[in-house]
């Protein structure tokens, strides 16, 4: 996607960590918001509700927590 040479090398590197603390800031957020975190890949993987079965799933490895979820609205 980038030519090559040592600014490809310099840019990706940016980009794995730029991603990689996006992630971090997302799962933050999910928990300041009341969301269920599950602690399978660092960062975290933000759980997801699934109202018919009153359970929050990892979408990654389907781990399930029947706590109670946050509605808003």
Known sequence: ?????????N???KLIQTEKELAIAEA???KELGYELCKCTFPPQIMLF????NI???PKCHHTTS???VSYG
């Open 50 to 53: 699934i109202k018919e079965l």
């Open 1 to 9: 996607m980038f030519p090559d040479g040592e600014d490809k090398s």
């Open 67 to 69: 706590k109670k979820h």
């Open 56 to 58: 929050s799933q990892c």
């Open 11 to 13: 840019i990706e590197a």
């Open 28 to 30: 933050a957020t999910a």
